[in-house]
């Protein structure tokens, strides 16, 4: 019965943390907007050095990584369809299969997989350190609401650069496929891109940007968040940093998931 | 009349008792019943504390005994749980954000670890507060900024990182942040806390001049005695939740109180557990 008792306890435990989870990056994400568009009025205006500086860290930092991984990632994809559909004698279809997987799908997935290891860690494991060593606590007293000094410029930068990064990451991954695909269907790069672009429409480009959008929202939430409820000194910011990778990639292949399923029904 | 509040006399006699009175007019910080909880457990027990323009006033206790809980409230950190935080009559319990962002632009905070924000430079910590609250153009920001970082000895160091800065120098680069701002009300968390004696000495000293030179109404909450009786006008002494006393540094040296006495010469607490509270703590089940 005391098995039981402790077992219902702890799932009841863990759901109202989940809840309460959820409940507090939906106040972060609401007073983030907030002082976004109105922090004006109370004192709080936005300032635009913040948010260039992580418009940089977010996005112009994490370039060469990400084009090299969306480069990599159409290669294989471009070997992987070569070598299954010629199968079945449909090689000529690598082309639309690269293309719609690839925009629709693996740019934005692989984009947000390695922004929430680089960027949603750096969130938490800054906001937790910050929160530890009462730089936070140092924020609030000197008049400067720690949500608008670090929240919202993250918030930002990152709704503009995981959208622009997923389509350089997307565009790295379609020259990839196409410098491996291109010989085997014996056209050059040019025509398998040129190709590429005709079976595109702007429905497949939406759905990779939209979800892009969403993972944005994901990962700086969880890693915000995360760093809010840091506790425990050091140990806890590395726990914190750790919990937000993990959260934020789970979280976004389920949001894929879903998405994918009500977009493609 | 007294030229100093350090002059005058003991503002209340030696022993237990509620606060002396300070005219409301005068009081910078009025406090009223304050309670704080954690959890289930009642850390403050319906604090009375007033402090009044130009004084120093340390704030002194042991290890749990609310003094932390007390200051946070006095910050702003922390809303009452009941009871009621006035600074400069604004009560921070029920102020909107404009006005307790008006309060927060009048006072000063010196916190025990520093808190500099290490992404940032010395000068740029010291010149956060003005950028973000004044009009003034780059290059009066940082003449100010670095007549503060001269006030507190540490000219010349604007460019260095906070990591690179020794204890005393960080607590001193603090200082300078919390008073950029030129404040009415400057708080200190144990300003000497984890600093050689004569860096101590040097703080309290540093504090001392602030007062003078710039008519700073100066909170202090230490735990070091030294430092509390060289510094202070008025020492409250705090013990689990509750103000023993409130007096002149003579008073409180003289208070036959033996709690007070007990913790001016540190004279362990007497725990007293009864055996069948101590055997139901021990195996009690978790959650």
Not at chain 2, 122 to 129: I, Q, S
């Amino acid at each position: 019965m005391n098995v039981l008792l402790r077992a219902l306890t702890n799932v009841g435990r863990a759901t109202f943390a989940a809840f309460s989870g959820v409940g507090h990056a939906a106040v972060l994400l609401f007073d983030a907007l907030r002082f976004a568009l109105l922090g004006w009025r109370v004192g709080q205006p936005l300032r635009l050095a913040p948010v260039a500086q992580q418009l940089r860290e977010i996005g112009v930092d994490a370039l060469p990584i990400v084009v090299l991984l969306g480069f990599t990632v159409g290669l294989m994809l471009g070997i992987q369809f070569i070598a299954s559909l010629s199968e079945f004698g449909a090689q000529s279809q690598v082309i639309v299969a690269v293309a719609k997987s690839v925009t629709r799908e693996f740019g934005a997935l692989i984009t947000a997989i390695l922004v929430a290891g680089r960027s949603g860690s750096a969130l938490a494991a800054r906001i937790g350190s910050m929160k530890v060593s009462q730089e936070l606590d140092a924020l609030s007293v000197i008049g400067i609401e720690p949500v608008r000094y670090l929240v919202t410029p993250a918030l930002l930068a990152m709704l503009v650069m995981l959208p622009a990064l997923t389509i350089l990451a997307s565009a790295a991954a379609l020259v990839g496929a196409a410098l491996y695909s291109a010989p085997a269907l014996d056209i050059t790069p040019t025509a398998y891109l040129l190709h590429t672009m005709n079976l595109l429409d702007a429905g497949d480009l939406w759905q990779g940007l939209s979800k892009s959008f969403v993972f944005a929202l994901l990962i700086t939430l969880i890693g915000v968040s995360t760093g809010f409820s840091v506790s425990g000194g050091a140990e806890g910011v590395g726990r914190a940093t750790t919990r937000a990778v993990v959260l934020s990639i789970s979280w976004i292949i389920v949001v894929d998931m879903v998405f994918s399923f009500f977009v493609n029904r | 009349m007294p030229s100093h509040p350090r002059d005058g006399p003991a503002l209340q006699p030696p022993g237990l008792g509620p606060e002396p009175p300070v005219a409301s007019a005068q009081a910078l910080i009025d406090v009223h019943q304050l309670q704080a909880w954690y959890g289930r457990r009642r850390v403050l027990h319906g604090i009375d504390f007033r402090v009044a323009a130009g004084e120093i006033r340390v704030i002194m206790g042991g290890s749990g005994s609310g003094k932390s809980t007390l200051l946070r409230h006095l910050i702003g950190l922390q809303r009452p749980a009941s009871g009621t935080v006035k600074l400069f009559g604004t009560d921070l319990g029920t102020a909107s954000e404009r006005e307790l962002l008006a309060v927060r632009k009048r006072i000063g905070v010196s916190f025990q670890g520093g808190a500099l924000l290490t992404s940032l430079s010395v000068g740029e910590n010291v010149a956060l507060p003005l950028r973000e609250h004044t009009r003034l153009d780059e290059s009066t920001i940082r003449i100010m900024s670095r007549l503060k970082l001269e006030v507190v000895n540490l000219g010349g160091f604007q460019d260095l990182m906070p990591g690179q800065l020794s204890g005393g120098m960080v607590k001193r680069a603090a200082l300078a942040r919390a008073i950029v701002m030129d404040p009415r009300l400057l708080f200190f968390d144990e300003p000497s806390a984890g600093l050689d004696p004569v860096v101590a000495a040097e703080l309290d000293e540093l504090i001392l001049r602030l007062r003078d030179a710039l008519r700073m109404t100066i909170v202090v909450v230490t735990h070091e005695l030294e430092s509390a009786f060289k510094i202070a006008d008025t020492i409250t002494v705090l013990d689990q939740g509750e103000i023993l006393m409130t007096g002149a540094v003579e008073a409180v040296r003289a208070a036959p109180n033996t709690r007070i006495q007990d913790l001016l010469n540190r004279r362990p607490r007497e725990v007293q557990v009864d055996a069948e509270t101590y055997l139901r703590r021990l195996t009690e089940e978790e959650g």
